[in-house]
């Protein structure tokens, strides 16, 4: 027997026009180039991306079209963000710190029409123009440059619409956004959003127990509105009418908790390194700003205990939240149950520092060679996901065996889960380290490394090793005018580990090299130190 509930689709105008309903005085904030603010409201907002919805109507956008965009987080992003999809386009935000011929790659893969592109960015365009088959390019001015005749202005595009605009029947499983995963190896991949999938994972960002997004908070999206629909905080930030603080293009501390301190900021996200440079500056100047307590969301890569310890001493909350461009990204959240709570502080801090349990509708297992790998915190497995928000294949590319043939999609990481449902991820399976048959988690080396004072940043990975197959080697960066040795490294790490994994060398380098998404690039280090043993005597470090 049916329910007799309606069954009204889960499309985004149903957002947006709540947000232009309800919260048309709420406050909308993007720093510019110039670093001056941009301030308008959601009433702004909301009149906005409904005439862009109507102007590329006009200009012939049909369903299921793909508009490209190449911008910073602002507020023309966030009109594109509703005003694309809500005309039955495709949002196709274009990672900008790709290679120029990734961006090609993308653009003709992903056959864009349109382009939506900041002023500042058209140079980056320009290198990629004569390869791409755009039919129109609209420039946002965000600084008084004259727009050169060859493009459009965004803002006579908007012009075009006359207010009187329908939305079309939109369905739910629809595609309304679309970004390619910036992997470190092979062609990017596309991945669609349905309606559905953004409206279900706003719903589930909002949740009291996850990232706790409401109209109580100020919301700065640090993480890039080209990166995972910026971990779906704009979508879920006009949902319920959050005001919304973007920093544009300055992502350095300073300017960042500029904008923290000046707009109330209670809730951001980024990825770890970004949060690295902030304590750090904290550290040096810790009057300097005035800050509201903040819960801060860092996922991307592991955020280590040392980090999470370190906000904690400022009163800020780091929430650690583990997802994939494919998971449209939330999948699990890392917050203490209840029923945990009479945990040490240590063993508080541990779990904190795992990725967490699966927000609700995501289920996850851990998958190893003899199948299916028990719940006991130390069994490495593969991590397989599912549910309404998980992609179930790539965008033209129908065999992939990222998705099993039971229906789950394999994340390419490897993690264990504990019998709590705690979830740690211990590796990439690329970056493993597999030392004499056993695996070395390089996270769980490189986070007990970033815990020493000394060390800025420290990268993990494997060198061919004659007897052992791979050993672990370690770089680390130590922070700004500080000096610390191999030696002292050594003995802070080897009461925490077994013997064998601990890294046959640490070298230090001024940087570890990483990718548009600012992950380490750990294939660079294999390569450059691939022959580190046939110069050297490897010892017996499994004895
Ligand atoms: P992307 O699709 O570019 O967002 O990258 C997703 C990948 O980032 C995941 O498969 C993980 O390898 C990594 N990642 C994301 N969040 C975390 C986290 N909290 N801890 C460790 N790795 C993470």
């Known amino acids: 027997m049916n329910g007799t509930m309606m069954n009204t689709p889960l499309v985004l105008p ?151 605009f329908h939305y079309p029947q939109l369905e739910e499983n629809e595609a309304a956004g679309m970004c390619y995963t910036s992997g470190t190896t092979g062609r990017p991949k596309g991945v669609l959003y349905s309606h559905r999938a953004i409206v279900l994972h706003s719903l589930a960002s909002a949740m009291a127990d996850t990232l706790a997004i409401s109209r109580r908070d100020t919301a700065t999206p640090v993480v890039p509105m080209f990166h995972a629909n910026a971990w779906g905080v704009p979508f879920a930030a006009v949902m319920v009418g959050a005001k919304l603080a973007f920093p544009g293009p300055h992502l350095d501390p300073v300017s960042l908790l500029d904008l923290f301190a000046e707009e109330r900021v209670t809730f951001t996200a980024g990825v770890p390194t970004i949060w690295l440079g902030i304590v750090q500056t904290l550290e040096k100047e810790p009057e300097r700003w005035k800050l509201q307590p903040m819960r801060m969301v860092v996922g991307g890569s592991a955020a280590p205990e040392g980090l999470i310890r370190a906000f904690d001493r400022f009163g800020l909350r780091i929430v650690h939240a583990w997802g994939m461009t494919e998971t449209t990204p939330l999948a699990t959240v890392s917050h203490i149950k209840p029923t945990l709570e009479g945990l040490s502080e240590d063993e508080q801090y541990a779990l904190r520092a795992k990725q967490g349990v699966p927000v609700p509708l995501i289920e996850a297992r851990i998958v190893g060679d003899a199948g299916e790998a028990p719940w006991d915190g130390q069994t490495m497995g593969e991590l397989q996901v599912r549910g309404p928000w998980v992609a179930s294949s790539y965008y033209r590319m129908p065999e992939n065996d990222s998705f099993t043939p039971d229906g789950w999609f394999r994340t390419g ?39 020493h004072p000394a060390v800025a940043e420290a990268a993990v990975f494997a060198v061919p090793h004659p007897k052992w197959q791979e050993r672990p080697l370690a770089a680390v960066v130590p922070k700004a005018g500080i000096q610390v040795t191999e030696e002292e490294l050594r003995a802070y790490l080897e009461p925490k580990f077994a013997k064998w994994w601990l890294p046959d060398a640490i070298v230090f380098l001024e940087e570890i090299p990483r990718t548009s998404a600012g992950k380490f690039m750990k294939a660079k280090l294999r390569e450059q130190f691939k022959n580190w043993n046939d110069e050297r005597d490897p010892g017996s470090p499994h004895s």
């Open 14 to 164: 149903s957002l947006l026009e709540r947000a232009g309903t309800f919260y048309g005085k709420v406050e909308v904030v993007s720093r510019l180039p110039d670093r001056s603010l941009h301030r308008y409201r959601y009433a702004d907002f909301y009149r906005r991306a409904k005439q862009l919805a109507e102007a590329l109507q006009k200009a012939g956008l049909r369903r299921g079209d793909r508009v490209a965009t190449l911008m910073w987080n602002h507020y023309a992003h966030l009109e594109a963000y509703f005003g694309i999809p809500a005309a039955g386009g495709v949002l196709h935000t274009v990672n900008l710190r790709l290679h120029p011929d990734d961006i090609a790659f993308i653009m003709n893969h992903a056959e864009d029409r349109f382009l939506i592109i900041d002023d500042v960015l058209v140079p980056l365009y320009e290198q990629v123009k004569g390869r791409v088959n755009l039919e129109r390019v609209f420039v946002v001015s965000l600084t008084d440059a004259p727009v050169s005749p060859e493009y459009e202005k965004y803002e006579d595009l908007l012009a075009t619409a006359t207010g009187d």
């Open 413 to 451: 990481d490897v993690a264990t889960i504990d019998p709590e449902g705690y979830m740690k991820i211990t590796d990439r399976t690329k970056d493993l380290i597999k030392s004499g048959g056993e695996w070395i988690s390089s996270v769980d080396l490189e986070n007990a490394l970033m815990g």
